[in-house]
């Protein structure tokens, strides 16, 4: 399993990025997937799961209504919309054990290189 994470970058506050995940082998199609993020200074915290087929998804309350997270066959996205200071970190990509997502990094044995977000205020 590779997966490649992009998309970051610097923006202001209220603008909008959308990340992505791509698995260069194609191996996560039965595998949920997810992000998670890392301030400067701060633990490592979970932000949003996908299942494997797309129908149940998780959001970490800071994110619910501004970020979406959606999948096809080979990429997973992070659509963040509304961004804020607080948003600004190391985004990283991960690929479940399980079908379904959860919250728990335990649960997540792949992890792409990270890409960073710097949100401007």
């Known amino acids: 399993v590779q997966l490649q994470a992009s998309g970051g970058g610097l923006v202001q506050a209220g603008d909008s990025l959308r990340l992505s995940c791509t698995d260069s082998r194609r191996t996560s199609s039965n595998n949920a997937m997810a992000w998670f993020r890392q301030a400067p200074g701060k633990e490592q915290e979970f932000v949003a799961s996908?299942?494997?087929?797309?129908?149940v998804r998780i959001y970490t309350d800071a994110v619910k209504g501004r970020f979406t997270i959606s999948r096809d066959r080979s990429t997973m996205y992070l659509q963040m919309n509304s961004l804020n200071s607080e948003d600004t970190a190391v985004y990283y990509c991960?690929?479940?054990?399980?079908?379904?997502?959860?919250?728990?990094?335990?649960?997540?044995?792949?992890w792409g290189q990270g890409t960073l977000v710097t949100v401007s205020s």
């Open positions: 991960a690929r479940s054990i399980k079908s379904y997502g959860s919250r728990l990094k335990e649960d997540y044995r792949y």
């Open positions: 996908i299942s494997w087929r797309g129908d």
